[in-house]
């Protein structure tokens, strides 16, 4: 049987209230703080097209720079399904700046 640690856990989390209290304060503690950005928007499939035809790249090539299928990019465009996550993200970065997707 291992041996067991004895662990203070109410302390650890009392401290751990305390620094956040002072975190809020905005007094000065020694906390790691981790800003997490927003979720990218939803994007019409009209922005799509126009993002690939910016790129002047057929819907197979614009699927190759987003690495997903070209049946994903047709049913973006037509409306009838939606990218996610990961390729809503790189949409969102190319509608900024698409040669984005050109560099490697």
Not at 16 to 39: C, H, M, S
Not at 49 to 57: D, E, G, N, P
Not at 74 to 86: D, F, H, I, L, V
């Amino acid at each position: 049987m291992p041996k067991m640690k004895k662990v203070k856990i109410f302390n650890e989390l009392r401290q751990g209230l305390l620094d956040a209290l002072t975190y809020e304060r905005g007094e000065p503690t020694n906390l790691r703080v981790t800003e997490i950005p927003a979720p990218p928007k939803k994007i019409t499939p009209a922005e799509i097209r126009r993002i690939r035809r910016s790129l002047k790249a057929s819907q197979s090539m614009f699927a190759i720079y987003l690495n997903v299928s070209t049946n994903a990019v047709r049913s973006w465009e037509q409306g009838t399904r939606k990218p996610q996550q990961a390729a809503l993200k790189l949409l969102m970065i190319a509608k900024r700046n698409p040669r984005a997707l050109l560099t490697s």
